[in-house]
């Protein structure tokens, strides 16, 4: 607490330290951010949750946010975390109303929407595998392939006739 509030000085907030107490699960998510989950969340039930690991006030992309991730705010943020995420996995795996109802939850969420990849179909692998390791051809084939799919490199649509120099 002593480097929560010493931090939240130098930032000139007040001294409050870390949250204290457990928020009530929302309804609805409420605060915004990125993960990894991106497009498995449009086709599997999935979950998040969030634990406090800089002080109460401090920006996430700031030098003393980084400080806190390396001290003990950090290590017990990440023991929280993975507990929580065990523990759920533990009760996913041992209570099928839990995961029938995830499930239900998910399809009344998801009813009338068809996942659609943004990948294009000529994008079987990461594009950045070695070749040794691919399984549909090499990288520079895959290069000629998407160079000869052709098309403009450029975003947003374009009027007919005009041409874009670069």
Known sequence: MTFATELQKAAGLEATGMARQIEPIPNEPYRGGFTDVGDVN??????GITVPTIPQGIP?????ATASHGTSIGVKAAITASK???LTGVD?????????????????????FTYES???????EPSGLPDDMRSFGTRSQLKETILKGGGDDSFGPHPQG???SH
């Open 162 to 164: 005009h041409s874009h």
């Open 60 to 64: 996430v992309q700031t030098w003393m």
């Open 118 to 124: 943004p990948i294009p179909g000529t994008i079987k």
């Open 42 to 47: 449009y086709i599997t039930p999935t979950m």
């Open 92 to 112: 996913l795996l041992t209570d099928a109303e839990l995961r029938k109802q995830a499930k239900a939850d998910f399809d009344q969420r998801t009813e009338g």
């Open 84 to 86: 929580i995420l065990a």
